[in-house]
């Protein structure tokens, strides 16, 4: 499985951004997927997830009623809309997927290569 985002930018606070995330490959083994972001010297941190089957999601508490994460499984792409950007918002957003290998019966995450927010006052 390949992952590829896009849709990062410079926007304003309190305006909106949507990210994508193509995936390519194998999406049939794909248990769940999630964006995670890294602002400059902070540690990566998980901001949304949302899981195959039911499409259960989780978000961050610093996110929770501005964010939303959608899966389309026809597209095999997955979607960050991001309204009432902050200026702690700013970081490098991945996109993630956790794989299960069912020949060696453990799961693998992959990643994307990253794209940047950045939220100005």
């Known amino acids: 499985v390949q992952l590829v985002e896009s849709g990062g930018g410079l926007v304003q606070a309190g305006d909106s951004l949507r990210l994508s995330c193509a995936a390519s490959?194998?999406?049939?083994?794909?248990?769940?997927m999630g964006w995670y972001r890294q602002a400059p010297e902070k540690q990566r941190e998980t901001v949304a997830v949302i899981r195959s089957g039911g499409g259960s999601t989780d978000y961050a508490d610093s996110v929770k009623g501005r964010f939303t994460i959608s899966r389309d499984n026809v597209k095999n792409t997955m979607y960050l809309q991001m309204n009432s950007l902050k200026p702690e918002d700013t970081a490098v957003y991945y996109c993630?997927?956790?794989?299960?290998?069912?020949?060696?019966?453990?799961?693998?995450?992959?990643w994307g290569q990253g794209t940047l927010v950045t939220v100005s006052l």
């Open positions: 490959g194998n999406t049939a083994t794909i248990n769940a």
């Open positions: 993630n997927a956790l794989i299960f290998l069912a020949a060696a019966d453990r799961y693998l995450e992959v």
